[in-house]
């Protein structure tokens, strides 16, 4: 059985969902990344870079959610297809994920959110450079149902990013294709399973004394 190491970001998502949409038998070990358990000896053996999400199968380690992806969808054939054009187009959406909303969104969670003293010249530069992503995610999805033709990991790497979109301060308005992937995305069992991996997370909506003790707790994941 795989062992899934994780917690509950986006990157811990991709590969929680991705082991749900492909109905493959997992365990669950939860990494405290808000104690430093990424940081301990026995985490490091299996991803010596001291981030989630990791995966052991059969005895083999795999770091990098990106890279778990890909090992995942080549060891069981699915959400990737297996001509070399219809691959590389799978990549190409992953690697942009990879790349670019996914650093560019955590820069703007970590400007706009927690970050002192608050520099709006910085805010807006990552604010900004994500939302420009997403609009190009927008153009491809006005043309697409999915992606890269099929639905793919491609889908699944980018939606965990963007479902948190508001964390960061960035705006959906105006991108109807996105919008409706995201629905469509938000609305798949297997998604709505895997981002309860390893426990559900729930975002204070209104900014009063929960939401401020939330966000003083989760500053941690930027600062280790």
């Known amino acids: 059985m795989i062992q899934l190491y994780t917690a509950s970001t986006p ?3 991709k590969a ?5 949409e492909m109905g ?4 669950v070990h939860p990494i405290d990344i808000m104690a430093g358990e990424q940081k301990t000896p026995e985490f490091l053996a299996i991803n010596p870079n001291g981030r989630i999400p990791a995966i052991v199968d059969d005895g083999f380690p795999i770091f990098e959610s990106g890279a778990i992806m890909i090992y995942l969808a080549e060891k069981t054939g699915q959400l990737m297809p297996s001509d070399s054009q219809g691959r590389s187009r ?12 996914g650093p560019m969104m955590g820069q703007a ?3 706009y959110r927690y970050f002192e003293p608050r520099v709006q010249e910085v805010v807006d530069r990552y604010v900004n450079e994500s939302r420009r992503l997403l609009e190009v995610l927008d153009g491809q999805l006005q043309r697409s149902e999915w992606l890269a033709d099929d639905y793919s990991i491609a889908d699944i790497a980018n939606w965990c990013w963007v479902r948190l979109h508001f964390w960061g301060g960035i705006s959906l ?6 919008l409706r992937w995201k629905t469509e995305m938000d609305a798949r069992p297997a998604c709505q399973r895997g981002v309860e991996v ?3 997370l729930v975002l204070p909506e209104v900014e009063d004394e929960e939401f401020a003790e939330f966000a003083s707790r989760a500053q941690t994941i930027y600062t280790r």
């Open 109 to 111: 969670n970590l400007f």
């Open 173 to 178: 308005d105006g991108l109807d294709g996105l």
């Open 90 to 101: 799978v990549l190409q959406w992953l690697m942009f994920q990879m790349g670019g909303v």
């Open 24 to 27: 493959l038998a997992y365990e």
């Open 198 to 200: 390893p426990n559900k």
């Open 11 to 13: 990157n811990g998502w």
């Open 16 to 20: 929680s969902v991705t082991l749900e």
